[in-house]
Every structure is written in C-alpha cells, then in structure tokens.
C-alpha cells in the first residue's frame, strides 16, 4: 500500500517530523511539531512567483493565439489542442524543474497531487461553499455597481466562433482543475506558505486565481469578474489548507466548470 506524501514521525529524530514525498524521505524537518495536524508542506517563494509568471504568460498568449486562428476555422479538436499546450504546458514544465530545483524531485508530492476516496464526498462539499461565496459576491458585485462580464457571456454572441468558445470550455472541464488546481493551490499556496501566515496566503493565491482569467476583451468587465473568482479561489485555498492536498478541490473545480459547459452547450445562459 502506499503512504500517501505528507509529514510523519521521523524515524530519525526523535519527537521530531519528516516529510515524506509518496516515495523518498526527504530532508525536510521539523524538531518541535505543533500539537495537532503536521505543519501544511512548504515551497520556497520564487517557486510561487515562476508558477504565476509562467501561467499568466501562457493563458495570455494562448488566449490571442486561439482568438487569431479561429479565424481559420479549424476544428475544433485542434483548437482545443492549441488552447491546452500554449495555455497550460509552460506551467507544467516549470512545475517539474521547480520540483527538481527547489522542491521533493516529486511533481505530485509538491502539488499536492493526491486523493483518497473520500474525496468523492468532500469535492461537491467544496463545491458547494465555492457556490456561496459566489452568491456573496454577486451579491456585493450588484450593489456595489461593479462592471461584471461572464466568461461565458461569447456562447451567446451570435458573432462569436462557437467551435472557439466550445474548445476552451471543454479544455476548461478537463485540464483546468487539474493545471490550476496544482499551480494555486499547490506551488502559488506552498510558496506563499513559506512567508506568511495562512490567511495572507490563502488570500493572495485566491486574488491571483480570479486575476490568472483577465482577458483584454471584457474591458472593465473583468473587475467584477475577477472578484467573484477570487472568492472561488479562497474557498478552493482554505480547502487544500484543510486537506493538505488537491484531490477535493479538483474535484470541486470540475463541478464547477461542467456546470458552466452544460450551461454554454445547453443555451441556457441568457446574456444580459
């Protein structure tokens, strides 16, 4: 059976801890743990900094690669193809030379990349506190007047070229709760773990989260946009912080984002 990655008794040190990576004991220790849960697995910062460079980079210039070749109207598998390599392939190299460089030469273990079965019952818990806070905000975002665009307001526009828009929701549901689940709350939450508190770590990766989906054409729509998802991305970093893994949170983002693919195949969403 194996010992899913986390901190354990050290065989070595006694009353201490050490981190295990799923394979290797690591040289990470701990001489005096805290009563309770094991301190929550850390990166150093400028791991956290690359994994947000590199994937703001990527999404951007996925984003106007895609909207160029639309015009071309290729299928859409091959816009799905592009979308998913320029969008989140430069964050998932990054992460296996971040883990050699600076982490446990473990790609899963520095991510957080674990489930367990009982995360079938956890994933659609979080999901369902993801949904408050978006009532919250929604909320806020309407009585504040703040300028607010859905990223699934193009599925409406009759102008808009549906094999685009379809490909990046269909990559959205399938690659982006596991990329950005490893990035955020993985390499961004750890690294910021390794600086500040938890609060203050939870709070700038979900701020990031919510900033990682701008896009140019929403103009001052992606205010209140980016707010609403950074409220998703709170609930998601409080998530991992609780579990210590990425497995619930996963699955809670995949919720989300078929929920919104049913919604734009459906034509249920009603610009407004």
Avoid at 97 to 121: I, M, N, P, Q, V
Avoid at 155 to 180: M, Q, S, T
Avoid at 221 to 233: A, C, D, E, K, T
Avoid at 240 to 259: Q, S, V
């Amino acid at each position: 059976m194996t010992v899913p990655a986390g901190w354990y008794t050290d065989p070595w040190v006694p009353q201490g801890v050490r981190y295990w990576d799923g394979a290797v004991w690591t040289l990470d220790v701990a001489r005096k743990p805290p009563p309770g849960k094991p301190p929550h697995p850390e990166l150093p910062l400028v791991v956290a900094v690359g994994a947000v460079v590199t994937i703001g980079v990527s999404l951007v210039a996925s984003r106007f690669l895609v909207s160029w070749l639309s015009d071309y109207r290729w299928p859409v598998f091959w816009y799905m193809v592009v979308a998913a390599t320029i969008g989140y392939g430069p964050v998932l190299l990054f992460g296996v030379w971040a883990s050699r460089r600076w982490g446990h030469h473990s790609l899963r273990a520095d991510s957080g990349l674990f489930f367990r079965r009982t995360d079938f019952g956890w994933g659609p818990l979080v999901w369902l506190a993801c949904m408050g806070s978006n009532i919250v905000m929604a909320v806020l975002v309407t009585v504040l007047h703040i300028p607010f665009m859905s990223n699934l307001e193009p599925v409406d526009n009759v102008h808009a070229n549906r094999g685009y828009v379809i490909a990046l929701l269909v990559v959205g549901v399938v690659v982006a709760p596991v990329v950005e689940e490893m990035v955020f709350r993985g390499y961004v939450l750890r690294g910021f773990l390794s600086r500040m508190g938890p609060v203050a770590a939870v709070a700038l990766q979900a701020v990031l989260f919510g900033m990682a989906h701008f896009d140019p054409v929403r103009g001052t729509g992606n205010i209140g946009l980016i707010m609403v998802l950074s409220g998703v991305g709170a609930v998601l970093g409080g998530a991992e912080y609780l579990f210590r893994r990425i497995g619930p949170t996963m699955l809670a983002h995949a919720i989300i984002n078929g929920l919104a693919l049913t919604l734009a195949l459906t034509g249920w969403l009603v610009q407004r």
